[in-house]
């Protein structure tokens, strides 16, 4: 193919999914050859549709040989087919016009017609998100969901050389801030050129509403500040969390924890993270009802959940935030020593809530996930974190997600599942390869609970058994176990609401 045949194929991309118009087609041409930075175009006769990423792949190969990119490794490569695809996005305001157009209509078509466009700009790379692995397993809390993220790519040795002698910059502050829309990114940035965020009004102030790229469920969405200020569970932040499902009904929200160890990845921009998709978390029935002296209209229970959850409901949103934030003020000063949870130690705020947001018909369900960050001699990184003899699998915080039952586990791992699955199945030492030995006390555990492993099953144990460890880790993650001594625990705490 000829640089001009893919020129051509990228700008019938453009018309197929509507991006550009037939009206766009000649801007739109011109702009990429300025941008691969050529002088001269012939369109050829015949136009054969291919895949973006095939094309995208010819065109940066080009580039490369041209001379255009320094390198070509992933982060160059991302920067400058980055770059391509702005030429066929439609201005801001153009998205955000014809969002509320749609808004006008349903949310739903609305949210429909941005998803779309978020992944026809390739903002969300299909291509990479395909190779993510996905499956579940049961437990007793229900069918909890387990990927392994392959979607988001690691830097390569040439980027992380390259961002050692990049200049440094605050602009933008953070991946999060709105400044991000349409920024032509750096070696230690990503390019938003083909980003669009949707201005929305959260609980009387200017927010904005995208998705994430790296969608490690549908339509996962994140509702950002538009001012760069630090995460913060209070009052105010259920105020926010109703705010945007009462004008997205047919989405949940949730948000991080505001503390280290149990708290999201990004604790300096107050944002929140949603969707369309319903977790195991969202299906786990109540385990115990309770009533909460002072709000007996609003129905409350225990949740039957690894972690400790308490489940609020009713027509009311003002009841439940007024609820919620009793229950937080409570849990903030709780301390019980001998279900070694404390406040705080020498000053230091130990417990903090993940909060979920979601309506169902006419009710309004908000999940409270009682968190602790506290960490003693024998749990560096957390008392209520993955505990070390799971961190093979799972070493990372327990945010938002994975408090809901999905499970993002690390790349590494399918190169690990690949050699476990030879060695299982061919009877070979995993002392012969170093990457295994992490996982050899782990293997020596489930290994007697079957007869034989072969080909044909190989995969389906080592998911199964990956599986039931992230539940072992969620359950270590539950201030208060799934125990009779926890569930006592739990009710002491419950008793003083």
């Keep these: 193919m000829t640089v001009n045949e893919r020129i051509a194929q990228l700008v019938q991309y453009g018309l197929t999914t509507g991006l550009i118009s037939e009206e766009d087609k000649i801007y739109t041409t011109n702009q990429i050859l300025e941008v691969m930075q050529l002088d001269s175009y012939e369109e050829p006769e015949t136009i054969q549709d291919a895949p973006l990423e095939e094309v995208l792949e010819d065109l940066l190969e080009d580039a490369f040989e041209r001379e255009l990119m320094e390198n070509d490794g992933i982060v160059q490569k991302d920067l400058f087919d980055t770059k391509i695809m702005n030429c066929l996005m439609p201005r801001p305001s153009e998205v955000t016009r014809t969002f509320w157009d749609k808004y006008e209509k349903s949310p739903e078509e609305a949210t429909d017609y941005y998803y779309k466009l978020s992944q026809d700009s390739n903002y969300i790379r299909r291509d990479r998100i395909k190779k993510d692995m996905r499956w579940s397993v049961e437990s007793e809390y229900g069918a909890i969901d387990i990927s392994i993220n392959l979607s988001k790519p690691e830097k390569d040795p040439k980027a992380i050389a390259a961002a050692k002698l990049q200049k440094q910059s605050s602009y933008p502050k953070c991946q999060l801030c709105k400044e991000n829309e349409g920024y032509a990114g750096r070696v230690n940035h990503p390019a938003r050129q083909n980003h669009r965020i949707i201005p929305i009004t959260?609980?009387?102030?200017?927010?904005?509403?995208?998705?994430?790229?790296?969608?490690?469920?549908?339509?996962?969405?994140?509702?950002?500040?538009?001012?760069?200020?630090?995460?913060?569970?209070?009052?105010?932040?259920?105020?926010?969390?109703?705010?945007?499902?009462?004008?997205?009904?047919?989405?949940?929200?949730?948000?991080?924890?505001?503390?280290?160890?149990?708290?999201?990845?990004?604790?300096?921009?107050?944002?929140?993270?949603?969707?369309?998709?319903?977790?195991?978390?969202?299906?786990?029935?109540?385990?115990?009802?309770?009533?909460?002296?002072?709000?007996?209209?609003?129905?409350?229970?225990?949740?039957?959940?690894?972690?400790?959850?308490?489940?609020?409901?009713?027509?009311?949103?003002?009841?439940?935030?007024?609820?919620?934030?009793?229950?937080?003020?409570?849990?903030?000063?709780?301390?019980?020593?001998?279900?070694?949870?404390?406040?705080?130690?020498?000053?230091?705020?130990?417990?903090?809530?993940?909060?979920?947001?979601?309506?169902?018909?006419?009710?309004?369900?908000?999940?409270?996930?009682?968190?602790?960050?506290?960490?003693?001699?024998?749990?560096?990184?957390?008392?209520y974190h993955p505990h070390a003899q799971y961190h093979h699998i799972k070493k990372e915080n327990i945010g938002l997600i994975e408090v809901m039952g999905l499970a993002v586990l690390p790349a590494r791992l399918k190169h690990e599942m690949e050699l476990l699955a030879d060695c299982l199945v061919n009877g070979k030492d995993l002392s012969s390869h170093d990457e295994l030995e992490k996982h050899t006390a782990w293997v020596e555990r489930f290994l007697p609970k079957y007869d034989s492993i072969t080909t044909e099953n190989v995969w389906d144990i080592l998911k199964e058994e990956i599986g039931q460890v992230f539940v072992k880790v969620l359950e270590d993650a539950g201030v208060y176990k799934c125990t009779p001594e926890g569930r006592k625990a739990f009710d002491k705490f419950i008793s003083i609401l």
């Design 202 to 383: 959260i609980n009387g102030n200017p927010w904005g509403f995208q998705y994430s790229p790296y969608v490690y469920y549908n339509e996962h969405c994140i509702v950002l500040s538009g001012e760069h200020v630090p995460m913060k569970i209070d009052k105010e932040a259920f105020q926010k969390l109703f705010s945007f499902v009462e004008q997205f009904p047919h989405y949940f929200l949730g948000s991080n924890a505001d503390l280290p160890i149990v708290g999201g990845s990004i604790l300096t921009h107050d944002h929140f993270q949603g969707g369309n998709y319903d977790f195991a978390m969202a299906k786990a029935p109540i385990e115990k009802g309770v009533i909460i002296p002072g709000f007996e209209d609003v129905e409350a229970g225990i949740v039957k959940w690894p972690l400790s959850v308490i489940r609020i409901r009713s027509t009311s949103t003002e009841r439940l935030i007024d609820l919620a934030d009793h229950i937080l003020k409570k849990w903030r000063g709780y301390t019980d020593a001998e279900a070694f949870i404390f406040a705080d130690t020498d000053g230091e705020p130990h417990n903090t809530i993940t909060p979920i947001v979601r309506k169902k018909g006419d009710i309004y369900e908000l999940d409270l996930t009682l968190r602790n960050n506290i960490t003693t001699e024998k749990y560096p990184l957390g008392v």
